[in-house]
């Protein structure tokens, strides 16, 4: 398993994720498929600042975390929102993790300095990955999404790296 940083060949193989997670879950909020287009969008929005990482085994995409960010208003600008999926057939073998360890260091080095996680709940494999990677529960906003007729609380997780004052502007 190949952990690297995501291209955009690389987009068919996680919108097949990410789709899937749409259509028949709930930890992702989407209701509609995402599109080529649209993922070659937000790729394009994110390259160069948010980083994005994808699991690859044997060249099939197994996985990809991403960040994304948080508010748009300028003080939110070293905050950013982290998202994780694993294809079923390779869930609860530490990809998920491998994904991170990939995606947290970069998002350090590009210089952001607080990373957020909303997971719908429940999720304890989501929660336990996040707190694994030294994320604190912060709290839970009640009934916020609404999709298959369920209404769906998300949790929130926090970290904060105080490290090199200097960055923040
Ligand atoms: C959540 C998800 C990304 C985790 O990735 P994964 O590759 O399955 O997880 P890993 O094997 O790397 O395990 C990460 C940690 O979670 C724990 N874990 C994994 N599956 C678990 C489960 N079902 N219940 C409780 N803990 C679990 C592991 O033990 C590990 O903790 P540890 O390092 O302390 O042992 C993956 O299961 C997934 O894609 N789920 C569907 C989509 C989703 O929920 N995404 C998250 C959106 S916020």
């Known amino acids: 398993m190949l952990i690297r940083g995501a291209t955009e060949a690389d987009l068919p193989g996680i919108i097949e994720i990410e789709n899937r997670e749409i259509l028949e879950n709930f930890a992702h909020f989407g209701q509609a498929p995402t599109t080529l287009e649209e993922a070659r969008s937000a790729f394009e929005r994110a390259r ?10 044997d060249g099939a995409i197994a996985g990809f975390a991403r960040c994304s960010p948080w508010k748009a208003r300028e003080s ?10 694993v294809c079923p057939e390779w869930q609860g073998q530490g990809i998920g993790r491998k994904l991170y360890e ?7 080095e590009g210089g952001f300095r607080t990373i957020l996680a909303g997971i719908a ?3 304890p494999a989501s929660n336990r990955l996040h707190e694994a990677m030294g994320m604190k529960f912060v709290g839970e906003l009640p009934s916020v999404g609404f999709k298959q007729g369920i209404w769906i609380s998300v949790g929130y997780w926090a970290l904060h790296w105080s490290a090199d004052e200097q960055v923040m502007k």
């Open 121 to 123: 709940q429940p999720n």
């Open 102 to 108: 990939k995606l947290f260091p970069a998002m350090r």
């Open 76 to 85: 939110y600008r070293l905050t950013t929102e982290v998202g994780v999926y």
């Open 48 to 57: 160069g600042k948010y980083p994005w990482v994808v699991a690859e085994d």
